[in-house]
T-cell receptor, first 111, second 114 residues
Framework: GQQVMQIPQYQHVQEGEDFTTYCNSS?????IQWYKQRPGGHPVFLIQ?????EVKKQKRLTFQFGEAKKNSSLHITATQTTDVGTYFC???????????FGTGTRLQVTL | NAGVMQNPRHLVRRRGQEARLRCSPM?????VYWYRQLPEEGLKFMVY????????ESGMPKERFSAEFPKEGPSILRIQQVVRGDSAAYFC????????????FGEGSRLTVL
């Protein structure tokens, strides 16, 4: 079956440093979504990418969809303590809005 | 506009008992999804329902687990004869249509089996 892997599994940065998480699929992705889950919280939608090579920005967050639609990345510039949480990519290929989630990258930010 | 409502937020059961988790989707949403998250792991799809219909249950264990979304009332995820391995957070999500789009998640029900 389809596997969506994310690296790294965990990253610890100092506030102000940049952070990137990579999402790789064993099959071609249809659309990719990104979610953030704070510790003890629930997933919250960040963005959806649809087109090959697409790049979208939200303030300090930059999302990219690979040209071959088999990978995606999320880059955070100048991290803040409010960025702490686990970032998941999710593939929408398949039935309706059913999502296959990646393994997640847990981000810890310290002062 | 209330979000996705799940209850109970925390549930403790002894092995062999039944657990019932409820989910009320956002107003206007007729598509409901259940996901399970084991500690320190990602979310695994369990089941996708529309009103009175199970659309995709490919992620549901074959035994002890069932789900429904009746015409009236919340969606229910039922786990019979719980075992310790069922301890997890169960998240419900809803969407307004079947077109690929954002899922709105509830705060989850955290099941602990003693």
């Amino acid at each position: 079956g389809q596997q969506v892997m994310q690296i790294p599994q965990y990253q610890h940065v100092q506030e102000g440093e940049d952070f990137t998480t990579y999402c790789n699929s064993s099959t071609t992705l249809s659309n990719i979504q990104w979610y953030k889950q704070r510790p003890g919280g629930h997933p919250v939608f960040l963005i959806q990418l649809v087109k090959s090579g697409e790049v979208k920005k939200q303030k300090r967050l930059t999302f990219q969809f690979g040209e071959a639609k088999k990978n995606s990345s999320l880059h955070i510039t100048a991290t803040q303590t409010t960025d702490v949480g686990t970032y998941f990519c999710a593939d929408t290929t398949g039935t309706a809005s059913k999502l296959t989630f990646g393994t997640g990258t847990r981000l810890q930010v310290t002062l | 506009n209330a979000g996705v409502m799940q209850n109970p937020r925390h549930l403790v059961r002894r092995r062999g008992q039944e657990a019932r988790l409820r989910c009320s989707p956002m107003k206007g949403h007729s598509h409901v999804y259940w996901y399970r998250q084991l500690p320190e792991e990602g979310l695994k799809f369990m089941v996708y329902l529309q009103k009175e219909n199970i659309i995709d249950e490919s992620g549901m264990p074959k035994e002890r687990f069932s789900a429904e979304f009746p015409k009236e009332g919340p969606s229910i995820l039922r786990i019979q004869q719980v075992v310790r391995g069922d301890s997890a957070a169960y998240f419900c999500a809803s969407s307004p249509s079947a077109v690929h789009g954002e899922l709105f998640f509830g705060e989850g029900s955290r099941l602990t089996v003693l």
